[in-house]
């Protein structure tokens, strides 16, 4: 079955730059939601999308945006990159009633690193 | 915001033995969701549960959705080698996931 397509896996930039990351979810599924993991930690939540639109917000900090696309691709894109947003990013995507949790299935996810 | 609390941090076992942990709550959650992930990879799904006191297997595990909707457990039987890894529970609410630390299993063959 088609999976949580992630683009890059791999990413290495300098402090200061700019890097976008690219999230394909699975076919059909409507809400994206983007994570941040860094060393030894849990996965933590950074903003999410349903029919393109920004459904939820969490510790996403202002220098990053993200946006959902006609074709339910997303992208995140990370501006003033800084040592400390060196992680993983995961991508998951969701489909179902919006009146229940969805259940999210998750990417192979983007190594950052920042030098 | 909602915490979870997972347990045990990590455990160490041979090869064959039965393997639990749980996470619990001071909060309520619709759905409970336990992963695996291994070193670099996303977290792949293992079991999906949707309502309290629910019992689902999947192959070697079995997980459980309490009946407070505050808490739930993954069990392994008869451990073997490739299920090492980091495990994370997931509780559900609106459209919100909330992680536990995870734990981590390592097998001795």
């Known amino acids: 079955a088609a999976g949580v397509i992630q683009s890059p896996r791999h990413l290495i930039k300098e402090k200061r730059e700019t890097a976008t990351l690219k999230c394909y979810p699975i076919p059909r599924h409507d809400t994206v939601y983007w994570y941040q993991q860094g060393p030894g930690q849990d996965p933590q939540f950074l903003i999410s999308?349903?029919?393109?639109?920004?459904?939820d917000k969490g510790s996403i900090p202002d220098r990053f945006s993200a946006q959902q696309f006609s074709d339910y691709h997303s992208e995140l894109n990370m501006s003033s990159l800084e040592l400390g947003d060196s992680a993983l990013y995961f991508c998951a995507s969701s489909s179902g009633d919006r009146g229940s949790t969805d259940t999210q299935y998750f990417g192979p996810g983007t190594r950052l690193t920042v030098l | 915001g909602q915490q979870l609390n997972q347990s045990p941090q990590s455990m160490f076992i041979q090869e064959g033995e039965d393997v639990s942990m749980n996470c619990t709550s001071s909060?309520?959650?619709?759905?409970w969701l336990w992963y695996k992930q291994e070193p670099g990879e996303g977290p792949v799904l293992l079991i999906a549960l949707y309502k309290a006191g629910e019992l689902t297997s999947n192959g070697r595990l079995t997980a459980q959705f309490g009946i407070t909707r505050k808490d739930s457990f993954l069990n392994i039987s008869a451990s073997i080698p490739s299920d090492v890894g980091i495990y994370f529970c997931a509780g559900g609410y609106g459209n919100k996931l909330v992680f536990g630390a995870g734990t981590i299993l390592r097998v001795k063959s």
């Open positions: 999308f349903y029919e393109k639109m920004q459904s």
């Open positions: 909060s309520i959650f619709n759905t």
